[in-house]
């Protein structure tokens, strides 16, 4: 029988010809397919939490499984009074259910946004991958503003205000991650305050995607939207702080003086993915609400990630590869540089060619500096620290260290196996 002919390029949308799948889901899937071959794999390339989703939000989907009625297009009422509460509760701030979308992952929301609102795209170098090429899709100019690994990779607000001195007013919407996906860092008060003060200059739109925001290893993040209400949109959901990520959950908070903008992006869910999951926003009302056990969970959480990011630095750093010192979520961004002469020697030159020689030879997956925006020649990438059983882990700490500090031994027993990946890595730079 004959195969049928690929369709000809001319045929393609021009603003998706060249896109690719989304890096993180192809790391994802080339890990699967080694896995199957019977090839041992340290999965450090794809960022999904390894904690499972807390019991009292698992009980709540159990409960409300049989749901199967049409929800509201921006949201289940009650789960938007719990967002909107959160945000409150942990920011103070005063959201009404009235500020709140309820979207199928928070990156459809963000989709929509850039659908419905016809400005530029301004994004941190690096930055997390799905950003630009989202922008690309709906025809967006993108602009992207390098970051300096002397900073941390954090935007700057100089940095910002000389961008958008060229043409002030003009309509922006700029991407503010953290704590951040690839780096792990995150922003002090102060230079929140900075931003801020350059958002309102310029009347900027921050869309602060705060996914991340629980996961601040210290328990300590703070939203931008308390020093820039009325410009900015702050994005949640449940994938990362509540380990569902497969249950495709997102929220935007959008302040008052953008009501029209959330209105807008609601008609044009209407005609796209019409409501999200009964079930799912029924769960998610226990996720948003206050819970003393969703505390405690966070609470052990953050003490996880914390030792281990801490450790996996510190080894890194003995085999002169730097990266900023983790501050939340799950992720570093180890530089290779210091490296540069032999692995040019051996053929390598971008951090693409590093990825790659490095999984095939060692097994030890992550992801390239180029899928966050960067240079190919920036010898970076991306590794995330979950390839560990996160059940096992709160299980041990709540166990064994109740009352006492994560320790070495916990760190051995739970992070064992990224401890060796990064042995691996030793071995294969020389």
């Known amino acids: 029988m004959a195969r049928p002919k690929a369709a000809p390029d001319v045929n393609i949308n021009l603003n998706v010809r060249g896109l690719r799948s989304s890096a993180t889901l192809v790391i994802n899937e080339k890990m699967r397919s080694m896995v199957r071959e019977g090839k041992k794999v340290y999965r450090l390339g794809f960022g999904q939490s390894p904690f499972p989703v807390p019991e009292p939000v698992v009980s709540a989907l159990r409960d409300h499984a049989a749901e199967k009625d049409y929800l509201e297009v921006k949201g289940f009422h009650p789960l938007r009074q719990a967002v909107a509460g959160y945000w409150n509760r942990k920011q103070q701030l005063s959201f009404t259910p009235d500020d709140i979308l309820i979207g199928p992952g928070s990156k459809e929301l963000l989709f929509l946004l850039q659908l419905v609102y016809y400005g530029d795209l301004v994004i941190p170098t ?13 025809g967006r100019r993108v602009d992207w503003l390098p970051a300096a690994p002397e900073n941390d990779w954090r935007l700057s607000p100089e940095a910002l205000d000389r961008h958008c001195r060229e043409d002030s007013g003009r309509p922006r919407i700029v ?57 900015t949109i702050i994005s949640s959901g449940l994938s990362k702080w509540c380990g569902a990520g497969g249950w495709r959950l997102g929220a935007f908070a959008f302040p008052k003086d953008l009501r029209w903008l959330l209105d807008a992006m609601s008609v044009v869910a209407s005609e796209t993915f019409t409501a999200t999951s009964s ?59 210091a490296h540069r002469a032999q692995l040019a020697g051996r053929g390598i030159q971008t951090s693409k060619d590093l990825c790659e020689r490095l999984l095939n030879e060692t097994g030890v997956a992550m992801l390239p500096a180029t899928d966050f925006g960067c240079s190919p020649h ?41 401890l060796e990946a990064v042995e691996r890595i030793g071995e294969w730079v020389g």
């Open 175 to 231: 991407m503010l991650n953290y704590p951040a996906n690839p780096t792990g860092s995150t922003y002090t008060t102060e230079r929140l305050k900075q931003l801020a003060e350059v958002a309102r200059r310029h009347k900027l739109i921050l869309l602060s995607d705060e996914i991340y925001g629980d996961l601040h290893h210290n328990g300590k993040h703070v939203s931008i939207a308390r020093f820039y209400p009325e410009g």
């Open 378 to 418: 920036d010898l970076c990438a991306r590794l995330s620290y979950v390839d560990f059983d996160g059940a096992k882990a709160l299980e041990f700490a709540r166990s064994r260290y109740a009352e006492t500090p994560l320790d070495e031994h916990f760190m051995q027993t739970i992070g064992g196996k990224m």
């Open 279 to 337: 079930p799912i926003q029924y769960a998610a009302v226990a996720a948003f609400s206050e819970n003393p056990a969703i505390d405690q969970y966070l609470h052990d959480a953050r003490r996880i990630l914390r030792i281990i990011g801490n450790t996996i630095h510190k080894h890194l750093a003995a085999l002169r590869i730097t990266a900023p010192k983790p501050q939340g979520g799950f992720y570093l961004f180890p530089d290779f540089g």
């Open 126 to 138: 690096p930055s997390w991958v799905s950003y630009a090429p989202q922008a690309q899709i709906v």
